[in-house]
């Protein structure tokens, strides 16, 4: 009786789904991609989990295709800006690491047949600067005529150090990075991408940010488009009446997912996954409640989304949104007491 | 292995092919590595044996025909994913069979010219090193006639000690500074042997895998001999190398350096490549016949060392043959031959900043050009005066070969040298048959070469002279530099009496020096030597 369910999962895990704001995204990206020029920055902004990377993805293969006049195709680098270090923070040194890795520098990216576990790869590391893996990958980069550079998780640079600027510094260095080495730099990240972008000018001036956005409840025509995503999925699944299908709680779905793709589609699998614990058998409203986000984090990720929201919207109509560095820099020096007024009344 | 990103050699297929040392250092720059990270990743399992190469002095040594340096070869081009013969230009690996070692004259430093890589950096071509100017008899760019340089012009020091990982070839890892630009007087030696090398790199370049046969110098020098025999005319052939030296190098298995090939290559006349590949039967089969005319115009040195009394009645008869053969000729390349190549002469001076200086020794060297000599070397020495250490002394004296003239800019360059040193280097004058010659002095222009009994004997006179007034000097002003008894360094000046009255007030030394308006140490030593009494 529960076969349909590991069926349905495993089609929901791997179906690729095209959906209007897919189509959109791709078409989008795969524009700007196409008229930008060496050194020039695309950046893709869009909430968490609507179906960013695979968008870009796959504009990136369109554009990168073989051609006549390329029989080969072009050599592309897909980097992923992983908060990998201390404390989660942002390693620009592990980042350009990764570049490393990603590109497959002979010296610094892949380990050799006789280091099968790569022990001597990971202890050359630490003796070699950050200058001279950023240079491996800008030789490497031009060596290997790479024309297009995406950074997904851009947004990872935010947490980078302890000063206000450094994310900014670091946006400044990759953009330095694509122009020296001739690269079309596409940066991939959430709507905090746009807040730590607002205060680097020189960045600016080289981008148009591409929203993906999610899919709006209020929007007739968007509705229509949900509806038809989630006719989609109704037909992997098995409902307790015969009339019933995702589309019967749609304004539900939508709140709940978010209008975002990969939201539904974890909801879904989380639900299923529900149904094979409780040997259910078929499909239904109160499955879908059971496994709905804890309120709270569905008010955090909706408030995000908001926030993102607007300062896109602000960023596009020309309003000063600048925001505050993320953390002041101190002023004092260490041990230093900070200087207090006393009251009048409270002198000894 | 992981392919490493291909890196064309620089000047393949050209005498100014690259140098392998240089394209392990331009791989390494590719892929912003140092030397070691890359040589470890070539080839871990052997890392031991090529830990001596992760320094630029260690890695000079990759080019010569050695194991390590094939083992070098083999890793890198199963790295980069090329055939070895593509790279293998880049090394003397063609020497690996043959006897005629090049293992010593390889330089142990890298050497270049600042002018090609000036030239070089204004094409925006990659900044490198020829293979051509790593050898050590290479003195000169054959293109640009400049002196190759190993150390930096600006700070004086060996440029790679301390070089950034990604700094260019030609900035100096000391003072920072770009080395293409020569700052230094260039006097350099145009040696007509340096472009025998070129030729042979040049031909090492366009043959891939070319190896020199093991017994190709033997092959020319027992040819030589076999024939001298058979003629009689061994006398001829020992005039232009040594008995002892054709006897050695006649055999099979004899050692034969590149220099030394250079050198018969030279006093024969026989193309390098030729000799190395043991095909130059024509060439001799010339040169030992006496009666041809063409002999005057192949004169070389006389070693009056292998002349033996027995042989002196046919050295006797050789020289008169070859006087009256000149006089019979009429054609005006015979006469004018033994004039337009009189002998090797090697120049020992001192370098010093004065331009006078520089001026007199440009003009020692053209007039010993324009008299006909062949200048083979040119050794300066800097700072000689009260110092023990003359390396360029030595190396003079270890590179003068038999029948070299060795031209002294003044006596007094050798005056300072210590009684044993003197003795030495007499000795050795006299062991190599080497003349010597002093402008202004002895000069062996107008009688070097002629066979006749008088100018032999001038000759010799003059050089006993020589040698025993060089010898006399250097005692008389060693026994005076410790007896103190040396005229021009009496202590008697007002100077030093007003030093000696005013220490004998009871001034301190830096006080008396102030006063005296002298330095300290001029105050310490005249004090010393009044104490002394």
Redesign the interface.
Known sequence: MTTWIHAAIEAIKNQRVEHAHYSHAVARVFNAVAVAKPGEVVVVVGPSRVGKSSAVAEAIRLAARPTLEMPKSTPTVWVEGENASTDGKFSTKMFMWECCKSI?????G?R????PFGY?LEA?IPR?TEG??R??F???LV?QSTKYLVIDEAHHVAYSGTRGNSAVAILDSWKCLAQKTGVVLVLVGAYQLLDIMTLSPHLLGRQRPIEFPPYYEDDAIERRAFQQLLKTYSQLLRFEEPDQSLMSWTNYIMEGSFGCLGHLSLWLRATLGELLASDGTAFSLDALRHSQLPANQAHAIAAEMQRGARSLASALEGIDSTPTPLKKAGSRRPFQRATKRFPLDGRA | MNRLYFLPVAGHGTEDVEALSSYVMRIAALHATSISILLEHLQPQSLRSFRTLGSWRGLGACIRPKSLSSALLGALADAIGVEVEELEPTTLLAFESCPASVNDECSANPRWCPTCFRDQSKAGQPVYFKLVWQLRQTTSCHLHKVRLRDRCDKCGQFPYRRRRMLSPLDQCGNCHQSMNEASLPDLSPEHPMDNQLVGLVGHIARNPGVRFPVSGVSAVMSNLVDEAVTTGTEEGLYRFVRRDDCLHFAETNASVSLNATLQIAFRLRIPLLSLLEGDATGTTRSLLCLHDGRRAALLAPIDRRCRKPEDERRVRDWSSQRSSAAERSSTPSNSASPSTHLGVLRVYLRVSASSHDLVRQHEILRSARDAGWHVAGVYRETAAGERECRPELSRLIDEMMPGDVAMFETLSRLRSLKSQEADRLVASLREKGVLLSVPGVIELSDFFGRADEISMLIQDAAQKVLLRVLLWECRHDSIARCGGRRASRRSSTPLHEMIVELRNAGNSISRTAREAQCSPALVKRVWADHLDG
């Open positions: 497959a520098h002979p010296i610094y892949v050799s047949d006789d280091d001597r050359r070699t001279a893996l240079s491996a800008e030789y490497a060596n």
